[in-house]
């Protein structure tokens, strides 16, 4: 059983940056591609970005691609996203995932953490 664990949210405005981080344990964490989703208030869940096990592939969604930067470092057992430029339809709870397949769909994920609010404001 492995447990995500976010951090790092808070409350900036327009044009600002951010890192979340999700450190996890219970588990061999570089058997894992690691996922970060997103879900704004009233809207649905979507993909934000997705890095591979040993970190050598990334994908992103392209509203955040070219802004948002995922990275792992499995000595630490933690995923990150560097969130830049960031704008008020960044607003949203962002969830890390852990999923034995590289992939975008969340309901492939196997673990997910709490969430980590973030609000940008205009």
């Known amino acids: 059983q492995v447990q995500l664990v976010e951090s790092g949210g808070g409350l900036v405005q327009t044009g600002d940056s951010l890192r979340l981080s999700c450190a996890a344990s219970?588990?061999?964490?570089?058997?894992?591609?690691m996922d970060w989703f997103r879900q704004a208030p009233g809207k649905e869940r979507e993909f934000v970005a997705a890095?591979?096990?040993?970190?050598?592939?990334?994908a992103y969604a392209d509203s955040v691609k070219g802004r948002f930067t995922i990275s792992r470092d499995n000595a630490k057992n933690t995923v990150y996203l560097q969130m830049n430029s960031l704008k008020p339809e960044d607003t949203a709870v962002y969830y890390c995932?852990?999923?034995?397949?590289?992939?975008?769909?969340?309901?492939?994920?196997?673990?997910w953490g709490k969430g980590t609010l973030v609000t940008v404001s205009s």
């Open positions: 995932t852990a999923s034995r397949n590289f992939g975008r769909d969340y309901t492939r994920m196997d673990y």
């Open positions: 219970g588990g061999t964490f570089s058997s894992y591609s």
């Open positions: 890095i591979s096990r040993s970190g050598s592939t990334t």
